[in-house]
């Protein structure tokens, strides 16, 4: 895939371990996760969920972020301040068949497997980080996408709700079972999430593995310096 200069390979290989996505900042994390989410478009390349393609420049494919069911997650949540809890959850479902077809039901079974129903009429600047992140996620799981990606969803957080969401994080991807990508600076988190690591320098993926693997085999010093080994 060929995001403007940047050329990437990265590659979800089935099955529902997530990836973390690591690297130092303007490396080009948070750039990937807009791309497979249709919100900026590369200039050549192939972007597919499995067997689904989402663009192809050399076919003329260029999904529509709507059309592309990915979750999307942004930094901060991104959540609409004028807008309840519900109907940010709902507005997940815009431009669905679902959005005026039982909706409403939708995004409240989603809160309620997230346990978050009773915030349902909350406004989102009355709401903890936790429960953001919550309804962030709810937002992102309701269009039941082939692939959710979280841009630092815990990095809004105190350490104490930190240590909880990340907990309760790791426990909602798995009942979700659905493929992830969470881009994050903290290695208790890809521990926590069981993540395969994919690292990014200057665009490109230079590494990827279990994080005993790049601990024990650092090959680049940003990796020796995040997983704590001294390079070879």
Known sequence: MRVGELDLDVRLDGGVQPVALVGPNGSGKT???RTI?????????????????????????DLPPEERRVGYVPQGYGLFPHLRVLDNVR??????AQRDNGAQ??????????????LAERWPDTLSGGERQRVALARALVTEPHILLLDEPLAALDAAARRTMRRRLAERLEES???AMVITHDIRDIVALSADVHVMEEGRIVQRGPADALAAHPATEFVAEVFGSPLA
């Open 31 to 33: 750039t990937l996760l």
């Open 105 to 118: 039901a939708s995004a409240l079974a989603v809160l309620e497997q997230l346990e978050a129903a009773h």
């Open 37 to 61: 989410a249709g919100a900026y478009r590369p200039s050549t390349g192939v972007i597919a969920v499995g067997d689904r393609v989402l663009f192809d420049s050399a076919r003329g494919i």
């Open 91 to 96: 507005f997940g479902l815009a431009g669905s």
């Open 177 to 179: 079972a659905v493929p």
